[in-house]
């Protein structure tokens, strides 16, 4: 009987981890993700990435694994970080640290905002990579008179944040198409409708978006690229030496009846 009990115990449990796998599945996947650019190698889109990290979510977020010295890996000098992303009494070696109070923070927002130093290689899941996450989801916040922050976001339903980038992007509102499906009637997303104008154009907004995002991709693994790069001189050289040692093995061994 305890046999029976504990064998139990483990069933439940596996059905539970499914339930909470299929649910965080299903909270994906309400709106398709927007493939999201890769301009991790692209050296301006990364400065404006990281001007943008500073000046918008920065403010809230934290980066504590990333210090600011870090970002003369993308081109900027030590002047620069000091000029134009240290605006208060940061240090250029020190980490990028929030400044609110996470007391203060789980009062307006319901919890402290999270660090963002790998978000993008956290939110990976199965509507597509993390970055792909981020870059649908800053691009989908909604005006919602019933939220405490007035809008809401259509990749993560009831979220706490509000929209910092509204004023580069203006203020939208989703459209919907009505069909029945299986005898009920359902909204379907079909699109966007302008309200009121950002200060950005539209295709000026998601591409400041996907430097924001390249940005934040660049953060999660700053070697990334000198990884991929070294790795593909690595397999080079391993064919190349593959090639030599099968034919130095005919050489050796042509004259072995």
Known sequence: MKTMG?????????????????????SEGGLAWDKA???????GAL??????????????????FMRFNRLKDIGLTEQQIKD???????????TMKAAIDPKQAK???GGNPPDLTVIARSRAGAGGTGADYLYTYMRTFYPDAGKPT?????VFPNIGMPHVLWELQGTRK????????HGHVVQVFKGWEQVTPGTMTPLQYDQAVGDLVSYLQWMGEPSQNDRVRVGVWVLLFLCLFTVIAWRLNAAFWKDVK
Not at 37 to 43: A, C, I, L, Y
Not at 150 to 154: D, T
């Open 37 to 43: 650019p890769n301009k991790t190698n692209d050296m």
């Open 150 to 154: 007035g809008w809401n976001n259509l």
């Open 107 to 109: 009062e307006w927002f």
């Open 84 to 94: 134009n992303l240290l605006f208060t009494t940061e240090k250029v070696g020190e």
């Open 6 to 26: 504990f064998s139990k115990k483990i069933v439940l449990g596996l059905l539970l981890a499914l339930g909470l796998t299929l649910g965080a599945h299903a």
């Open 47 to 64: 400065q404006n990435g990281a001007k943008l990290f500073v000046n918008y979510c920065l403010n809230c977020h934290s980066a504590a």
């Open 174 to 181: 989703p459209v919907y198409d009505t069909k029945e499906e």
